[in-house]
């Protein structure tokens, strides 16, 4: 009888991404939650993108999300990443549906539990401890290795940077313009359920509230430096406006009612942006501007 291929087990699909994540070779950067995808792939060497959508088994669903976008209403090749893929646990990716997106282009990535990597490497350490005369940092490498070829954490290989090899597999779908990916690597996890973005309006919101707790107030330029909306604050209680013994102070803002918690939001993306304040920081007149437009 026919062994049964092992499937891994994850709890969500945020935990099969973190996994995948994890694994993933030097050089390749993963953006996630961006460009409508649950990951987003850049490759250091040439700016490549792989576009992935993450299921807990293949299926019709993973695959339409996976080619969505592809052709633009011209029936012309849209904007969007080089190649597309879709993550799964291993084990769980039918010959029927693999064959399904392999015709549409997509990749089918099985990834492992990392778990079940390390418990192989413990098993192959056992298995041949008694038997060489090795030291336990050899006797792990040495298994790490078989594990790597044997039970890799995740397959197919990425594609390679001027290989030919991959292309069985990868489809490069040759965009006219690639996504467009934040100046920060998104603090958020992949694959949640309800997910938080790193947009570019929320980077441009994020300077807004550190232009805010360092001087105390806003004016009308910060948000034409910043280049956001003034209006939507407003609307949302965000900001307010200063008054200065129960008059207003024209073209001065203060935190509103409700204002917008970003730093607990996104606390790693907000330090580093805060961490490059000299470089975005408005200009030295902009705190004194007292403004005409309101």
């Not at 418990?119 to 040495?142: C, D, H, Q």
């Not at 300077?207 to 330029?221: M, Q």
Request: with cysteine.
């Amino acid at each position: 009888m026919k062994a049964g291929k092992i499937k891994a087990d994850f709890e969500n699909e945020a935990a099969l991404c973190a996994a995948f994540i994890a694994a993933l070779p030097e050089g390749w950067t993963a953006y996630a939650e961006t460009a409508g995808f649950d990951i987003l792939l850049v490759r250091g060497a040439d700016g490549a993108q792989i576009g992935v959508e993450a299921k807990m088994t293949l299926n019709a669903k993973v695959l339409m999300q996976a080619v969505e976008g592809i052709y633009a209403g011209s029936g012309e090749p849209g904007s969007g990443p080089d190649f597309r893929a879709a993550l799964v646990p291993y084990g769980t990716a039918g010959a029927e549906m693999k064959c399904i997106a392999r015709y549409l282009g997509v990749a089918v990535i099985e990834c492992r539990n990392l778990g079940d990597c390390e418990a192989e490497v413990v098993r192959i350490m056992e298995r041949y401890g008694s038997g060489y005369f090795l030291t336990e940092e050899a006797l792990r490498k040495y298994a790490e290795s078989e594990v790597k070829r044997d039970h890799p954490p995740f397959k197919p290989d990425l594609p390679l940077y001027g290989g030919y090899d991959w292309r069985d597999t990868w489809k490069d779908f040759c965009p006219v313009k690639r996504c467009s990916v934040p100046d920060y690597v998104p603090d958020v996890s992949a694959g949640a359920s309800g997910p938080s973005q790193l947009s570019e309006w929320k980077i441009k919101a994020i300077k807004i509230c550190i232009i805010l707790e360092r001087r105390g107030y806003l004016t009308p330029k910060d948000f034409a430096h910043v280049s956001i909306d003034r209006k939507r604050w407003h609307d949302m209680g965000w900001i307010a406006h200063a008054t200065d013994n129960g008059v207003y102070v024209r073209g001065r803002f203060v935190a509103g009612g409700s204002p917008l918690d970003l730093r607990a939001a996104h606390p790693v993306n907000f330090g580093q942006i805060e961490a490059d304040w000299a470089k975005w920081k408005p200009k030295e007149d902009a705190a004194e501007f007292q403004g005409a437009m309101l």
